[in-house]
């Protein structure tokens, strides 16, 4: 008698810690999963720049290409940039229309947590644009550093 009191004892105490458990063990997993969302410091082929190296090559009139979704685009975006949204229309015969393969391009998206201007970086390396800038750090980067904005 006094082992079943005890085991339902025990029980009580597992089923009140398991939505503690599940919570854990969901926390774990979304940190996990945000830890494999951060994008490379470099692209093979590409030049990763700072904000700062970027602001010279805006000055330089280089062109920006914010390869973020349209909704972003909407709330800001770096001054005079052209949007081609990865997951829509970016595509050689895209990019070529706004540059020639030996023009230099800088490439961003929404800094080290999103995954586009990696992508578009080592896709335009690819389609064999030779002055390709990784801005890896992006528009919040950007922004927060009071640089020209949209």
């Known amino acids: 008698m006094k ?3 005890h085991m339902k004892k025990a029980n009580k105490k597992i089923i009140k810690y ?9 926390c774990t997993i979304q ?11 470099t692209v093979d ?25 349209t909704k972003a685009w909407n709330i ?4 005079d940039a052209v949007l081609l949204d990865i997951k829509s229309n970016y595509t050689e ?25 990696a992508k578009g970086s080592k896709m335009a390396v690819g389609w064999g644009f ?7 750090n992006g528009f919040p980067a950007w922004k927060k550093a009071g640089y020209p904005i949209e």
């Open 130 to 136: 030779t002055k390709i800038y990784y801005y890896r």
């Open 31 to 41: 940190i996990a999963s945000a830890s494999s969302k951060i994008s490379p410091m």
């Open 45 to 69: 082929g590409a030049t990763s720049i700072t904000t700062d190296e970027a602001k010279k090559l805006f000055d330089d009139g280089v062109l920006f290409i914010d390869v973020r979704s």
């Open 93 to 117: 015969a895209s990019l070529t229309a706004e540059a020639k393969k030996t023009d230099p391009i800088v490439i961003y998206c929404n800094g080290e947590d999103c995954l586009r201007s």
């Open 18 to 26: 398991l939505p503690v458990f599940f919570i854990m063990l969901l």
């Open 76 to 79: 800001g975006r770096i001054s």
């Open 3 to 5: 082992t079943i009191n």
